[in-house]
């Protein structure tokens, strides 16, 4: 009998997965540091996937990687690579996946030397892994730089779908990026409608280098209860002043009203954190917990400018409505 009930307790231990441990930043399998920015991860049938700015493997294409449990990483290869003749010559940048009516879209920026500016990109797949196909290259191009897309479905009827990025540039010294906010078609070929401006900077976490920089970028949303949550990065990510602030909206097009009390994760030295931002969101695969999954530098006391940066995940949780997060961490978590 003794026997017996040691039998059944191991097998229901056996069946309970463990919590996973981690230490910020992430590596691979082997050990390597992900060098990775603007990092972003989406979850497909038991897998996730991580994709993001890097300058590893071939010049100008983004690279990605599997995971069982967001921790243990294994290169997976290219994930997309450009066409001989595409517009883009360098600034290829921030990649995020949507799976959307059954296909895989991609959606990244690059440089066009023709015009001078950033241009936005979608590319499809039928699989998460790609290879992804130039679909539209451009996507748009509204005369200005326009960079850090992100598609957004609602839960509505409709599960209508809009665009967020970041129109990009410089003015009279300094670098600039406010959010915008756009309804798409339902085969996401055009607008509907005009852009509507989002969040832009105006808090005082986010004039540490007004002369400067002048920076909101990198949107992310979510809806909870009825509420739309946005995450966003401010300041200048190769300098020392980075980090993630949220806004909140009734609606997808607004309008938006960021927390008071932002950022809610930016730079800590004791620690060693410096610039934590560019973040997007993914969910355990029971959808029960959040994590938010951003860069920061590789180097907290490092030269400025710097735009080496690695990898990193933190909970994200709702309190009172009130989205936050335990980040950023730089001690053993458990996932």
């Known amino acids: 009998m003794r026997v ?6 191991a097998m229901l231990l056996g069946g309970c997965k463990q919590p996973v441990p981690y230490t910020n930043p992430l590596t691979t399998a082997d050990g390597n540091a992900l060098r990775i920015a603007d990092p972003f991860i989406y979850h497909h049938e038991g897998v996730y996937y991580l994709t993001g700015t890097t300058k590893n493997g071939e010049l100008n294409s983004f690279e990605y990687y599997t995971s069982p449990d967001m921790v243990t990483w294994s290169h997976g290869g290219i994930l997309f690579k450009p066409a001989e003749g595409h517009i883009g010559v360098a ?3 921030a990649p995020e996946v949507k799976y959307y009516k059954g296909k895989f879209y991609l959606t990244y920026s690059c440089l066009d030397p023709t015009k001078g500016r950033l241009l936005s990109c979608l590319a499809v797949s039928e699989t998460p892994e790609g290879p992804f196909k130039e679909l539209y290259t451009p996507w748009f191009d509204l005369g200005h730089s326009a960079i850090d897309c992100h598609i957004f479905v609602d839960d509505d009827e409709a599960k209508t779908p809009y665009l967020y990025y970041s129109k990009n ?3 009279d010294g300094f670098s600039f ?12 070929s055009q607008f509907v409608g005009e852009p509507r401006l989002a969040v ?12 400067k920089n002048r920076c909101n970028e990198g949107a992310t949303v979510i809806k909870h209860e ?7 990065s401010g300041n200048d990510t190769g300098q020392n002043h980075y980090g993630v602030g949220v806004a909140t909206a009734p609606h997808p097009l607004g309008p938006w009203t960021k927390y008071e009390h932002n950022p809610i994760m930016t730079t800590n030295l004791e620690i060693g954190v410096s610039s934590p931002g560019h973040n997007s969101i993914v969910a355990s695969p ?6 938010i999954v951003y860069h920061r530098h590789a180097d907290p006391h490092g030269p400025r400018p710097s735009f080496d940066r690695v990898l990193c995940i933190d909970k994200l949780y709702f309190e009172d409505g009130v989205l ?12």
Request: no cysteine.
């Open 177 to 188: 990026g406010t959010n915008y906010v756009v309804e798409l078609s339902q085969d996401l």
């Open 4 to 9: 017996i009930v040691l039998l059944l307790a």
């Open 91 to 93: 600034a290829f940048w």
């Open 169 to 171: 540039g410089s003015q």
């Open 226 to 232: 009825g509420t739309y949550y946005m995450t966003y």
């Open 286 to 291: 029971d959808g029960k917990q959040l994590y």
């Open 200 to 211: 832009e900077p105006n808090q005082e976490w986010e004039k540490v280098n007004w002369a």
């Open 324 to 335: 936050k997060t335990n980040g950023p961490t730089s001690t053993p978590q458990e996932l």
